[in-house]
């Protein structure tokens, strides 16, 4: 079991990744028509909530990663839609492009 500090840091970050992957989610749906980009959105969200249900610091480290990897993903997904960013080496959807 989680201890308080433990507890407090585990809701400020499912709080922040929250946030952040609510924030970019809904930009990407208004401004693109990709399902696919979209999707990786809603992932990346589900995702960051998942944090809050963690028991344990081990599960707490492995749910973070995981939300972290989809929210990077996202963004680099994204970036094929910003423009003047296009130029960019195109994303991997689905996977972590490097």
Do not use: C
Not at 49 to 78: C, G, H, K
Request: net charge neutral; proline share 3%; charged share 25%.
């Amino acid at each position: 079991m989680a201890d308080a500090s433990d507890v407090h840091e585990l809701r400020r970050e499912a709080q922040r990744l929250r946030a952040v992957a609510m924030e970019a989610m809904f930009r990407a749906e208004l401004l693109t028509n990709s399902s696919a980009l979209h999707a990786v959105g809603r992932q990346a969200f589900k995702a960051a909530d998942r944090i809050s249900n963690a028991e344990s610091r081990s599960e707490l480290d492995q749910v973070r990663e995981v939300s972290r990897t989809l929210i990077y993903d996202f963004m680099a997904a994204s970036r094929a839609y910003v423009p003047g960013l296009s130029e960019a080496p195109s994303p991997v959807i689905g996977g972590r492009g490097s």
